[in-house]
């Protein structure tokens, strides 16, 4: 069983930075991780993914070049760098696990565990 908390959220200006964690109960360092987000009235949407090893990174067309993906495995934690931040990113952030390995982690089904999610908000 693994238990996911993530933190760091806020609030900020555009163009302004936060940094996001996700830390673990159990050790996750075989699992892909991912982190989505949740705009009210929104469905809840893929923001980036990192495999198990951290070698392998993929990112949403909408946070490419902005959002950064990291993992430190020894410390069961994974973070999103959010920079150059917008008003559209205002959202809950959720992290989650996955045992699967391949292109459906764009997709919030193949994911085993979720957290509770942190609020970003992005005033203009």
Not at 62 to 86: C, W
Not at 103 to 120: K, N, S
Request: include cysteine.
């Amino acid at each position: 069983q693994v238990q996911l908390v993530e933190s760091g959220g806020g609030l900020v200006q555009a163009g302004g930075s936060l940094r996001l964690s996700c830390a673990a109960s159990g050790r996750t360092s075989s699992y892909d991780m991912g982190w989505f987000r949740q705009a009210p009235g929104k469905e809840r949407e893929f923001v980036a993914t990192i495999n198990w090893s951290g070698g392998s990174t993929y990112y949403a067309d909408s946070v490419k070049g902005r959002f950064t993906i990291s993992r430190d495995n020894a410390k069961n934690t994974v973070y999103l760098q959010m920079n150059s931040l917008r008003p559209e990113d205002t959202a809950v952030y959720y992290c989650a696990a996955a045992l699967y390995e391949g292109p459906l982690l764009i997709r919030a089904y193949a994911y085993d565990y979720w957290g509770q999610g942190t609020q970003v908000t992005v005033s203009s």
